[in-house]
């Protein structure tokens, strides 16, 4: 039976990915839905769009408001699905950095698992056209997050992954206090942490092919002591309890 599919993409200042992404993931998986959460995109993304969801049912958009980060974007559009249905919600970055072809592998994982992540590093490096400085940046924070919330996944700082509609639910997404990229560490913690079943995907990454990147030292920051938050919340156990209230 087909479950019904939701993938997630926030944007800002996307407007010349939005159509080569969407294209990209109805070729790879043409009997999915993409939700798109724009907050208002000075560069004129939101009218982008409107006129492709005009001509494409599949297509969605939640115009989110003034810029309120990758966190809030990614709640509102989860809770947004999670209101008319979907099974399966995805995350997905508009830039091309996750190859939408491998979404049919994210759904065959997803049949024995509750989130599936994609992993750039497991079984070896797969990233591609990032500097050296930025891999090494990228793979520490991966130690440094299994270091210290023993959250046992080989990439949690990647944001290509897919959900179970219970998962977030389980979570509470009103709970979630992260808005930048340590929002996909908080939400696989979390999920984690109720003892639901991670699966990891193989992905290669490829840094995007157009606009600019988002990341900040705030965001930087963000991600260092929320880590910590998320330790503390285990209690600094080295394995989630039996039974976490939702």
Same mark, same amino acid.
């Not at 800002?12 to 798109?36: M, R, W």
């Given at each position: 039976?087909? #479950?019904?599919?939701?993938?997630?993409?926030?944007?800002?200042?996307?407007?010349?990915?939005?159509?080569?992404?969407?294209?990209?993931?109805?070729?790879?998986?043409?009997?999915?839905?993409?939700?798109?959460?724009?907050?208002?995109?000075?560069?004129?993304?939101? &009218?982008?769009?409107? =006129?492709?969801?005009?001509?494409?049912?599949?297509?969605?958009? %939640?115009?989110?408001?003034?810029?309120?980060? %990758?966190?809030? &974007?990614?709640?509102?559009?989860?809770?947004?699905?999670?209101?008319?249905?979907?099974?399966?919600?995805?995350? *997905?970055?508009?830039?091309?950095?996750?190859?939408?072809?491998?979404?049919? &592998?994210?759904?065959? =994982?997803?049949?024995? &698992?509750?989130?599936?992540?994609?992993?750039?590093?497991?079984?070896?490096?797969?990233?591609?056209?990032?500097?050296?400085?930025?891999? %090494?940046?990228?793979?520490?924070?991966?130690?440094?997050?299994?270091?210290?919330?023993?959250?046992?996944?080989?990439?949690?700082?990647?944001?290509?992954?897919?959900?179970?509609?219970?998962?977030?639910?389980?979570?509470?997404?009103?709970?979630?206090?992260?808005?930048?990229?340590?929002?996909?560490?908080?939400?696989?913690?979390?999920?984690?942490?109720?003892?639901? #079943?991670?699966?990891?995907?193989?992905?290669?990454?490829?840094?995007?092919?157009?606009?600019?990147?988002?990341?900040?030292?705030?965001?930087?920051?963000?991600?260092?002591? *929320?880590?910590?938050?998320?330790?503390?919340?285990?209690?600094?156990?080295?394995?989630?309890?039996?039974?976490?209230?939702?």
């Amino acid at each position: 039976m087909q #479950r019904k599919t939701l993938i997630v993409i926030p944007t800002y200042d996307e407007k010349d990915n939005v159509g080569p992404i969407a294209k990209s993931v109805f070729d790879a998986a043409p009997e999915v839905e993409i939700l798109f959460v724009d907050d208002e995109s000075p560069d004129g993304t939101g &009218a982008v769009l409107d =006129a492709m969801s005009a001509e494409d049912g599949r297509v969605h958009v %939640l115009h989110h408001g003034a810029k309120a980060g %990758l966190g809030r &974007a990614y709640v509102d559009g989860f809770r947004w699905g999670l209101d008319r249905g979907y099974e399966r919600l995805f995350e *997905m970055d508009a830039d091309h950095s996750h190859d939408p072809r491998e979404i049919p &592998a994210f759904l065959e =994982a997803a049949e024995g &698992a509750d989130l599936v992540l994609g992993t750039r590093y497991k079984g070896g490096i797969r990233v591609i056209n990032w500097p050296l400085s930025r891999l %090494l940046i990228s793979m520490f924070a991966g130690k440094f997050v299994r270091a210290v919330t023993a959250l046992p996944v080989s990439d949690p700082t990647g944001g290509y992954k897919c959900y179970r509609a219970e998962v977030l639910d389980a979570i509470g997404l009103e709970k979630i206090v992260s808005n930048g990229y340590s929002f996909q560490i908080e939400t696989s913690f979390e999920a984690w942490r109720r003892g639901f #079943r991670i699966a990891e995907v193989p992905i290669v990454f490829e840094d995007r092919r157009a606009g600019t990147s988002k990341f900040s030292r705030a965001i930087a920051r963000e991600a260092f002591f *929320m880590v910590f938050r998320l330790a503390w919340r285990n209690r600094f156990r080295r394995r989630p309890p039996r039974r976490v209230s939702p």
